[in-house]
């Protein structure tokens, strides 16, 4: 197994793997000695992929929930990185109070579902349904297809997006 593996590597690096798999007979460590990607194991199980789906999922209802409060400096929290760095705390607040749009009840789970992309990134389908913030009898629904990712323990969402979701 791990000539099938070594062939496919630069000779640099198969010095350092027997290196390394030396060491490790060395001082009594197991050895890795399966190291393609089905032994590996870095695919998740179908049992985790489920539960990394179901942790995305709570996630995205809690920030819906935020929204449907106005929440919107705590809703900032759950923001990725990458948008919070386009967007300010303050402005991203300002942008959700001129919104006309909150999202309304709660979240149908027929029309909830969850697609597992990596241990890191799920997209969230929903059926949402808005109302208007000034004007109760102005309700309307939209799906929509949100990615979620895993920054540090936490679900993170892109907050552009959901500036834009009503309109999008």
């Known amino acids: 197994m791990m ?3 070594l062939h496919r590597l630069p000779e640099s690096g198969r010095y350092w793997i027997m290196l390394l798999y ?26 985790e992929q489920g539960k990394i789906e179901e942790q995305a999922l709570e996630a995205f209802r809690n920030i819906i929930g935020l929204w449907q409060e106005e929440l919107y400096f705590d809703l900032y929290d759950f923001g990725m990185e990458t948008t919070k760095t386009r967007i300010s705390r303050e402005d991203f607040a300002q942008r959700m109070v001129e919104l006309s749009w909150v999202p309304a009840g709660e979240l ?6 969850a697609e597992f ?4 990134v799920v997209y969230v389908s929903a059926r949402v349904r808005y109302r208007h913030k000034f004007n109760p009898t102005g309700v309307f629904t939209k799906d929509h297809t949100f990615m979620l990712l895993e920054e540090a323990g936490i679900w993170h969402i892109d907050l552009i997006r959901l500036i834009r979701a009503p309109f999008a």
């Open 22 to 47: 030396g060491a490790a007979l060395l001082t009594g460590l197991p050895p890795l000695v399966g190291w393609t990607a089905g032994e590996l194991h870095a695919e998740p199980t179908r049992v």
């Open 108 to 113: 149908n789970a027929k029309f909830l579902n």
């Open 3 to 5: 000539n099938r593996f």
């Open 117 to 120: 992309r990596f241990r890191t």
